[in-house]
């Protein structure tokens, strides 16, 4: 098991650009892949992007792609989410997730059994 923490939100306007983090305690940190996910009230937990263990694979949900991208620095035991020209539908508690048992990458909140707390996001019109 690893015990995440996200860091990072805030609030920023449309056009700008935020940096999460998630770091990671437990030493076998990079044999898990970790995923990105996003929640904005009333609605359900959303996939965001994923990393595999390794770093070498990547996915980014069609909402964010050519916006949002994910990397890991395993030395740091810390995974980044950069996020650029923020829309105001960004605006959501963003959570990082390492999957136990490594494997393929998986998009599915169902899927990951370590969760951050999660930090806001909050994109300003």
């Known amino acids: 098991q690893v015990q995440l923490v996200e860091s990072g939100g805030g609030l920023v306007q449309a056009g700008g650009s935020l940096r999460l983090s998630c770091a990671a305690s437990g030493r076998t940190f990079s044999s898990y892949p970790v995923g990105w996910f996003r929640q904005a009230p009333g609605k359900e937990r959303e996939f965001v992007a994923v990393i595999s263990a390794n770093g070498y694979l990547t996915s980014t949900a069609d909402s964010v792609k050519g916006r949002f991208t994910i990397s890991r620095d395993n030395a740091k035991n810390t995974v980044y989410l950069q996020m650029n020209s923020l829309k105001p539908e960004d605006t959501a508690v963003y959570y990082c997730?390492?999957?136990?048992?490594?494997?393929?990458?998986?998009?599915?909140?169902?899927?990951?059994?370590?969760w951050g707390q999660g930090t806001q996001v909050t994109v300003s019109s």
């Open positions: 997730a390492a999957r136990s048992g490594g494997g393929l990458i998986k998009v599915a909140p169902t899927d990951y059994d370590n």
